[in-house]
C-alpha cells in the first residue's frame, strides 16, 4: 500500500546535538512538507519541496534544514540552533498541491 | 496570511448526539480541508472541498465561499468518533503548504 513512513516515532536527545528525522513516501507525489505541531497550537509549516533538488523556507524555518535529494525523501534535521525544539513533527505529501494531502505518522521529538 | 479559526475548541457529547465543528477563515483560499488526528498523532484526511457539500458515512462538510465558514457534522455520533479534528486551508493552488486551525478536541461518552 502506498503511504507516508515517518521515523523514529519517538525520539531522545541531548541538547546540543542534531538530530535528523526521516520521511520516506511511495506514492509518486511531487510535493512535501515538513510541519511541526506544539500543545495548544495548530500546526506550522517549516519547510515544503514542491520538486526534487529544490525546497522553500516555511513560516518557522529558523534552525532546521532539509534536503531533497530524491523524489520519495525529505529528511528535516533539527539542528543545535532550535531553540525549542522539543515537538511532534509532522511529514505531509500532496501529488501537486491541488490534490489532497497524504500525512505520516509522526515524530515525536523529545530534547533532555 | 490566511487566519484559521475553529469552534468549539473542546467538545464532549453523548453517543447519537448531532456534532457541529466550525471553522472560518479571513482571506479566499483554493481549498478548505478537514482532518481528523488521533492520540498517536497520525492525522487522516476525511475532506478537501472548495464549494458546496461533501458526504462520507457519517460525517459531512459544508463550505460557504461568501461567508469564508465551513463546518464539519457527525451524525449519531459514537465513542470511536474522539479525536481531534483539525480544518486547514489552502490558497494560491495549495502547493505551498496548508495553514490549520488549532483544532477541536472531541470527546464521544458512551
Known amino acids: 500500500d502506498g503511504g507516508i513512513t515517518q521515523s523514529p516515532k519517538y525520539l531522545f536527545r541531548k541538547e546540543g546535538q542534531n538530530v535528523t528525522l526521516s520521511c520516506e513516501q511511495n506514492?509518486?507525489?511531487?510535493?512535501m512538507y515538513w510541519y511541526r505541531q506544539d500543545p495548544g497550537q495548530g500546526l506550522r509549516l517549516i519547510y515544503y519541496?514542491?520538486?526534487?533538488?529544490?525546497?522553500q523556507k516555511g513560516d518557522i524555518a529558523e534552525g532546521y534544514s532539509v534536503s531533497r535529494e530524491k523524489k520519495e525523501s525529505f529528511p528535516l534535521t533539527v539542528t543545535s540552533a532550535q531553540k525549542n525544539p522539543t515537538a511532534f513533527y509532522l511529514c505531509?505529501?500532496?501529488?501537486?498541491?491541488?490534490?489532497?494531502?497524504?500525512f505520516g505518522s509522526g515524530t515525536r521529538l523529545t530534547v533532555v | 496570511k490566511n487566519e484559521v479559526e475553529q469552534s468549539p475548541q473542546n467538545l464532549t457529547a453523548q453517543e447519537g448526539e448531532f456534532i457541529t465543528i466550525n471553522c472560518s477563515y479571513s482571506?479566499?483560499?483554493?481549498?478548505l480541508h478537514w482532518l481528523q488526528q488521533h492520540p498517536g498523532g497520525g492525522i487522516v484526511s476525511l475532506f478537501m472541498?472548495?464549494?458546496g457539500k461533501k458526504k462520507h458515512g457519517r460525517l459531512i462538510a459544508t463550505i460557504n465561499i461568501q461567508e469564508k465558514h465551513s463546518s464539519l457534522h457527525i451524525t449519531a455520533s459514537h465513542p470511536r468518533d474522539s479525536a481531534v479534528y483539525i480544518c486547514?486551508?489552502?490558497?494560491?493552488?495549495?502547493?505551498?503548504?496548508?495553514?490549520f486551525g488549532k483544532g477541536t478536541h472531541l470527546i464521544i461518552q458512551p
Open positions: 505531509a505529501s500532496s501529488l501537486q498541491g491541488y490534490a489532497g494531502y497524504t
Open positions: 506514492l509518486n507525489h511531487d510535493a
Open positions: 519541496s514542491q520538486i526534487v533538488n529544490d525546497f
Open positions: 482571506v479566499g483560499i483554493s481549498a
Open positions: 472541498l472548495s464549494s
Open positions: 486547514a486551508a489552502s490558497s494560491g493552488g495549495g502547493a505551498d503548504g496548508l495553514t
